[in-house]
C-alpha cells in the first residue's frame, strides 16, 4: 500500500530535500511507522533523482521494488560496506530497525565510513526508528528528523479511498453524521496510517457498513498498543458524573470544557486550545480519583492510567527513559484523559539525592512536558499531601486549575448515602438517612461507603436486612479521619484557602 503524502509530510519532504543539497551524509528519520517513511522517501528520491535502496534485517539491502538482494549486505556491516564502495551512485539507503548493534564499534565505524562518502556526492544514509539512540562518535554527523504524526485531512482521506476501494467489491455504507465522523478521527489521532487501515477495513468488512458504534474497535485497538507497552494502564470507566454527590464548582469547570470537544475546529477558530488538565487537592476518600474517572466518561475519551511507581528503575537513566516513553504514549493516544493518582509519590525524592537523582531529573520533565506537550492530554493528578509536592509544581500555568475537595456537607452526604444505598439494590426511603447524615457529619464518601458495606455485612451475619439501626451502629463505630489527622486536614485547608479554587 502506498501512502498518500499529506501537508504535514509535504513539510518534512522539503527539509529532508534541503539537508540532502547541504551534504548530510546521515538522517535520523524519528518514528516507527516504517511505510510511510518508505513513501516519504520514495518522493524524496524522485524528486531529487536519486535510486531508493531499503535495508531490513530480513531482507538485506534491495533496490526499491526489488525482490533481489544486494549480495553480501544480509548484515548491516555489510550493507553499508557496500555504500561506501558504490561511490558513483547518487542514492538514498534506508534502513530499518538498527538498535542496539549500533553499538558495536565496528560498525560505528563501516557506518561513518560510509556517511563521509556523501561529502562528494548526492544522497544520504537514512536510519528510522523512534528513540533511535545513535552513538556518540556518529551523533556529529547526523541530522534527526522527526516524522509528523497524520492530521486529521490524512485520516479522512485515508477513509474516503478505503470506502472507494472496498466499494468495488461490495456496496459499503457510511452511517455517520459529521458530529460522529469528527469523533472517528479524533480517536484515530496517534495511530499510524497502516494501523488504521487495518482497523477501518476490518470494521466495514464485517457488516459492509461504518457507524458510531464502530469507533469501539479504534478504542481496542489502542488498548492493546497500551497494554503492550506495560507503562500505563488501559482503565475501564463506569462512573458517571451524576454518580458524584457535590463537586458542583468542579463539574461546571469541566462542562465549559466540554463545549470544546463538541465543537473543536470552531474552538480553535475562536483562539481556544485543548484544555491542559486540573489538580485535584483534597482529603482522601473525598472522590478525587472518581472524578479522573467520570471526566472520561462524560467527554468520552480514553482513561489511561500512570502509576509512578513503575516509572522508577535501578539502572541509571531508564527511570527518565520510562517517563518519556509514557508520556509519547499518552500523546499517541490522544485525545485522552491521563490520571496520575497520589503524583505527591511520584516525586517525594526529588529533594535529595536518596534515589540518585532520578525524581528531580523526572521532575524537570514532567514539567517541561506539562509545558510543551503534543497531541490533546488532558491531565487529571490528585494528590493528598500537598508538603510532599515541589513548590514549582503547583505554580499557576501547570495546570488550567488546582481545586480543593473538602469533606462532603450534609447535603453532599445524603446523596452519598442515596448512591450507594441504590448500588446495592436497597431504596433510600425506608432509611432514616437524616440520622444517618448527622451520625456522618465528617466522614469522607469513602467511609460512608465502607460504613454501608460493614453494616450489610453484619446484616448478612445475623440473617437480618440492612435497616437504620445497623447502618446508624456501623457509623458510630468509625473513627474517620478528620478526628485521627484533624491536625493535618486543617493544615492541608489553611494551606488551601487562598491558593486554590473549590470544587464544592
Known amino acids: 500500500m502506498r501512502l498518500k503524502v499529506g501537508l504535514a509530510t509535504d513539510n518534512t519532504l522539503h527539509d529532508l530535500a534541503l539537508l540532502i543539497r547541504s551534504r548530510y551524509g546521515l538522517i535520523h528519520l524519528d518514528t516507527d511507522e ?52 558504490a561511490s558513483s551512485v547518487p542514492a538514498l539507503y534506508v ?46 554527523l547526523a541530522a534527526v528528523v522527526s516524522l509528523p504524526a497524520p492530521s486529521d485531512e490524512d485520516y479522512r482521506s485515508l477513509l474516503r479511498s478505503l470506502v472507494r476501494d472496498l466499494s468495488r467489491q461490495a456496496p459499503v455504507k457510511i452511517e455517520m453524521d459529521s458530529a460522529d465522523l469528527e469523533r472517528l478521527v479524533a480517536n484515530l489521532r496517534g495511530l499510524s496510517l497502516l494501523e488504521v487501515h487495518k482497523i477501518l477495513t476490518k470494521a466495514m468488512l464485517e457488516d459492509g457498513r461504518l457507524t458510531a458504534d464502530d469507533v ?22 463506569q462512573e458517571r458524573m451524576d454518580e458524584i454527590a ?22 480553535v477558530s475562536f483562539g481556544l486550545s485543548f484544555p491542559r488538565g486540573v489538580l485535584l487537592l483534597g482529603v482522601q476518600g473525598c472522590g478525587k480519583s472518581l472524578c479522573a474517572k467520570a471526566v472520561a466518561q462524560e467527554w468520552r475519551l480514553p482513561l489511561l492510567k500512570l502509576d509512578p511507581s513503575s516509572l522508577y528503575s535501578k539502572y541509571v537513566g531508564e527511570s527518565e527513559q520510562n517517563f518519556q516513553r509514557a508520556m509519547r504514549l499518552a500523546e499517541r493516544m490522544a485525545p485522552v484523559v491521563l490520571w496520575i493518582d497520589e503524583i505527591e509519590k511520584a516525586f517525594a525524592g526529588s529533594g535529595s539525592d536518596a534515589d540518585g537523582g532520578a525524581s528531580q531529573r523526572i521532575l524537570g520533565s514532567f514539567l517541561s512536558w506539562l509545558q510543551d506537550r503534543r497531541g490533546d492530554v488532558f491531565v487529571v493528578a490528585t494528590a493528598n499531601d500537598i508538603a510532599r509536592l515541589p513548590p514549582e509544581f503547583v505554580r499557576k500555568g501547570r495546570f488550567d486549575e488546582i481545586f480543593f475537595v473538602d469533606l462532603p456537607d450534609a447535603e453532599a452526604r445524603l446523596a452519598l448515602l442515596r448512591i450507594h444505598l441504590k448500588r446495592r439494590s436497597y431504596e433510600p426511603a425506608r432509611f432514616d438517612l437524616g440520622k444517618a447524615v448527622a451520625a456522618s457529619d465528617g466522614f469522607s464518601g469513602a467511609e460512608i461507603e465502607q460504613a454501608i458495606v460493614s453494616a450489610l455485612y453484619a446484616a448478612f451475619a445475623a440473617g437480618t436486612s440492612l435497616d437504620t439501626e445497623l447502618l446508624l451502629a456501623e457509623l458510630s463505630q468509625t473513627r474517620p479521619l478528620s478526628v485521627t489527622m484533624a491536625e493535618k486536614i486543617e493544615a492541608l485547608r489553611e494551606w488551601a484557602r487562598d491558593r486554590t479554587v473549590s470544587a464544592h
Open 95 to 140: 534502513f530499518h530497525r538498527l538498535g542496539p548493534e549500533l553499538e558495536e564499534p565496528r560498525l560505528v565505524g563501516r557506518l561513518t565510513d560510509a556517511v563521509k562518502a556523501f561529502h562528494t556526492r548526492t544522497g544520504a544514509v537514512v536510519l528510522t526508528g523512534a528513540g533511535l539512540r545513535l552513538p556518540d562518535f556518529v551523533r556529529p
Open 216 to 237: 469501539h474497535h479504534v478504542i481496542d485497538a489502542k488498548k492493546a498498543i497500551v497494554e503492550r507497552e506495560g507503562l500505563l494502564e488501559y482503565y475501564p470507566v
Open 246 to 267: 457535590d463537586l458542583a464548582g468542579l463539574k461546571a469547570w469541566l462542562r465549559k470544557r466540554q463545549a470544546f470537544l463538541a465543537q473543536r475546529e470552531r474552538a
Open 34 to 85: 516504517e511505510e510511510r517513511a518508505e513513501s516519504l522517501l520514495t518522493h524524496l528520491a524522485d524528486d531529487l533523482a536519486l535510486t531508493l535502496f531499503v535495508w531490513t534485517p530480513a531482507k538485506a539491502l534491495r533496490r526499491a521494488g526489488s525482490a533481489e538482494a544486494v549480495y553480501g549486505t544480509g548484515d548491516a556491516g555489510g550493507a553499508f560496506a557496500h555504500i561506501e564502495r
